[in-house]
């Protein structure tokens, strides 16, 4: 079985700082993994994805993250906060094969302070 | 392009009532997934379907039922609520052979009195 664990139920830093949101994976296969973002009150939107192909991938918003198979992990970064970037964001995981279920971490809630 | 559209968006429910919640993607796509979203839980898998006339359990099924009849429609029901089942609930889609991330949509506010 896959599982998600996010490290931090809260992040709080300044506008202009780095931001690191961390995510370890659990998975018996080679896995898929995304990051999500939820604004107050609205659906989930993707941010980014790794899919076995590069292992740092790119996302929107000036977002990143690095897929460590040695670690288990799968951070998210962005080098420098901005006040829009407050929100609730989601590590998730599904199997690259057999890819029927889709996992969800518990969330981290990223408050950033001017 | 619509995406992922859940209704209603709002409900207020006594204990022992039933309802249905509707989610209707208009992208053909195979997998579509229910959630519910709980404080400090995050989203949890109630059922979710491969495709049309196929659904299987997730992590909390118990007390819900669905069914996906059409490919585009993947309904969520309670059968007799209870408050436990207050949360928003989530309805997502993919298609894992052309891209492989979930849409969502805007989520259905239950309260359960």
């Known amino acids: 079985a896959q599982s998600v664990t996010q490290l931090g139920s809260h992040v709080s830093v300044s506008e202009g700082a780095l931001v690191l949101l961390r995510c370890n994976y659990s998975s018996s296969v080679p896995p898929y993994l995304f990051w999500y973002v939820q604004y107050p009150n609205q659906g989930l939107q993707l941010l980014l994805k790794?899919?076995?192909?590069?292992?740092l991938v790119k996302g929107i918003n000036g977002f990143e993250a690095e897929f460590k198979k040695s670690e288990t992990s799968f951070h998210l970064t962005k080098p420098s906060a901005h006040m829009s970037d407050a929100a609730e964001y989601f590590c998730a995981v599904t199997r690259s094969y057999n890819t029927d279920k889709l996992i969800f971490g518990t969330g981290t809630r990223l408050q950033v302070f001017p | 392009n619509a995406g992922v559209t859940q209704t209603p968006k709002f409900r207020v429910l006594k204990t022992g009532q039933s309802m249905t919640l509707l989610c209707a993607q208009d992208?053909?796509?195979?997998?579509m997934y229910w959630y519910r979203q709980d404080p400090g839980m995050g989203l949890r898998l109630i059922h979710y379907s491969v495709g049309e006339g196929t659904t299987a359990k997730g992590e909390v099924p118990d007390g819900y039922n669905v069914s996906r009849l059409k490919k585009q429609n993947f309904l969520l029901g309670l059968e007799s609520a209870a408050p436990s089942q207050t949360s928003v609930y989530f309805c997502a889609s993919r298609n894992p052979r052309s891209n492989t991330e979930a849409f969502f949509g805007q989520g259905t506010r239950l309260t359960v009195v």
């Open positions: 790794y899919t076995s192909a590069a292992t």
């Open positions: 992208m053909n796509h195979e997998y």
